[in-house]
């Protein structure tokens, strides 16, 4: 084997790994999606199949979501071909029937980014530093469980990061390109930090490395020169934004709203809620120096970040202004591991550098070689093992599933269930959809699309059930909800019975909301409590370990046999 094939190798292999852990579980929960964000993307995204490529909500910029549903477009080309889908009308369709395909698809394409970004980092590795900090960063990022685990769903996180290190690349080669090269490769960088931003719009703070590097690409001039090619890469950054996500432009007041809306949730809350600035500050340093990529990869990413300012001071400050820019606005956010993503590729190509670092004080270039593989292996391992769990935990069966094969054994089709939103994943009945939204429209023909290709389903899953909602409910025109306030006390489980209602599934949390507490007794006196499913080992009840569910950031304690929350069926008395 010659010494150039054998590098292309260990980065095939790297990739090969990295695709390896990010697609074992994919297909967690199908087809019940308990992640509520994969739902209201993937909805958002096959919107645009009425000829409407508006999404007349901005709460993310829409790029990512025309590339989801191109994608989602090509697997039903694909498919029909093949003849596994036989119609247009069909694929509609099972999207209320069975859904499997076309979130496996809308997963698959995480997957692609996600591999992406390794074959990323190993580039900009052996750029900046050398072929073997290279090969170690894209081995860092392939095992990253932060990495692994947000590839699994259909969210911004993970093919955001893939173009913000397709824009750090183009950067990094700005900063070394030739005179005759500078302006393009400058054009380039800023037209992928555009794209970037077009995917998710956190992916702005790309903005400071590229501008950086423009103004140290031309040393030789004064500052008003220097200062007209920053504002050029901006309006061409700008541009290629504004073409990724048209519709912000034609309606600016919804964005503004919509953007404001999503600031008050995310950042205001944060900010408020603990007096202060940067408030998850602490909680985001645990995290990537921790549980991100795990603890040796982060402690050569300290090395490698040393290493770079000793030897290349204006290269690594480079380097550091997008993870420092985004980590100083993150930490005015309500902490969440999804935000970590975009920093992750920087931390694997710093630890790829302080692995090379570390290697570079042994003479002897084969023991050099070892010692580079020995350390990278060592690092890498107790990620590669939280990795290697994520899989197998998401392949066991949620609480939710269970719970649904006890209910539809047991329980009459057709019988009126109250549950919670994303708990059990029960087929609401045709007339109960119909009876929800006349309940909200007054008459089922004002319905969505959506709900029209719903209700002319030729063959309806069964069984199905009339389900109810508890909570105050929103904008759901599908849904009828029973308020708290209504059930327990005096009333009892009145309103209930008024309704109809026959049995009740609770999810049970460590630390529950008090509102919960009157049903809860009221359950107790009037209801029968018939089955119970637990995420907790047979050995580890009341732990106070709290359950993993997609949309939270719960770790994966070794109490937990399966994702899901506490579930209780109660059948009313």
């Not at 549903?69 to 369709?93: C, E, H, K, R």
């Not at 390109?177 to 380039?188: C, E, F, L, Q």
């Not at 702005?204 to 590229?210: N, Q, S």
């Amino acid at each position: 084997m010659t010494s150039r094939r054998q590098p292309f190798l260990l980065v095939v292999l790297m990739i090969a790994l990295g695709a390896w852990l990010r697609l074992r579980g994919i297909g967690f929960g199908l087809p019940a999606v308990y992640n509520p964000d994969e739902v209201s993307i993937m909805s958002r995204a096959l919107a645009f199949a009425s000829g409407d490529l508006n999404p007349h909500n901005f709460l993310y910029p829409t790029l990512y979501l025309y590339l989801l549903f191109a994608w989602i477009g090509a697997y039903f080309v694909a498919a029909w071909i093949l003849g596994a889908i036989p119609s247009v009308t069909a694929f509609q369709q099972s999207f209320f029937l069975d859904p499997t395909g076309i979130y496996l698809a809308g997963r698959a394409l995480t997957v692609l980014f996600g591999v992406a970004a390794i074959a990323g980092v190993w580039r900009i590795g052996s750029r900046i530093w050398s072929g073997s900090a290279g090969l170690a960063a894209a081995c860092f990022l392939a095992v990253a469980p932060f990495a692994v685990r947000d590839a699994h769903y259909v969210k911004h996180d993970v093919p955001t990061t893939a173009a913000l290190v397709a824009a750090f690349l183009a950067i990094a080669w700005l900063s070394e390109s030739s005179p005759d090269n500078r302006s393009r490769h400058a054009w380039v960088a800023a037209a992928l930090a555009g794209i970037a931003t077009s995917m998710h719009y956190y992916a702005v703070f790309i903005a400071v490395p590229l501008a950086i590097a423009v103004w140290l690409a031309w040393p030789e001039e004064s500052v008003a020169p220097r200062l007209r090619r920053i504002a050029t890469t901006g309006a061409i950054a700008a541009l290629a934004f504004f073409l990724g996500s048209p519709f912000l432009l034609a309606e600016p007041l919804t964005a503004i709203r919509d953007v404001r809306a999503n600031r008050q949730i995310v950042i205001d809350r944060a900010v408020e809620s603990a007096s202060g600035w940067f408030p998850s500050a602490t909680e985001y340093g645990r995290m990537l120096a921790i549980d991100a990529t795990g603890w040796p990869i982060a402690l050569l990413a300290v090395i490698g970040v040393i290493a770079l300012a000793r030897a290349r001071s204006r290269l690594a400050w480079l380097f550091l202004s997008f993870p420092i820019a985004f980590l100083l606005f993150i930490s005015n956010t309500v902490a969440a591991t999804r935000y970590v993503n975009p920093v992750l590729p920087f931390i694997a190509i710093a630890a790829g550098i302080g692995v090379s670092a570390v290697g570079a004080a042994i003479a002897d270039a084969r023991t050099r070689a070892a010692a580079v593989t020995a350390v990278t292996i060592a690092a890498a391992w107790p990620a590669l093992a939280v990795s290697l769990h994520t899989g197998t935990f998401f392949n066991q069966p949620d609480t939710r599933t269970l719970a649904l094969e006890f209910l539809e054994a047991r329980v009459p089709e057709g019988a009126t269930v109250l549950l919670q939103p994303y708990s059990v994943p029960l087929s609401q009945s045709r007339s109960g959809l119909t009876e929800a939204l006349t309940a909200h429209l007054g008459d089922p023909s004002r319905a969505s699309r959506k709900f029209q290709i719903q209700l002319a389903l030729p063959e309806w899953p069964r069984p199905a059930y009339r389900v109810l909602y508890l909570g105050r409910g929103g904008l759901d025109t599908d849904k009828i909800y029973v308020d708290y306030a209504e059930i327990g006390g005096s009333a009892g489980l009145s309103a209930l019975r008024r309704l109809g209602v026959q049995y009740v599934i609770l999810k049970r949390y460590n630390d529950e909301s008090a509102v919960m507490a009157p049903l809860v007794e009221a359950l107790g006196r009037e209801g029968r409590r018939l089955h119970e499913v637990t995420p907790y080992r047979a050995s580890a009840r009341g732990v106070g370990v709290e359950p993993f569910l997609h949309n939270t950031d719960a770790r994966f304690d070794a109490a937990l046999a399966r994702p899901g929350p506490v579930i209780e069926i109660w059948q009313l008395l």
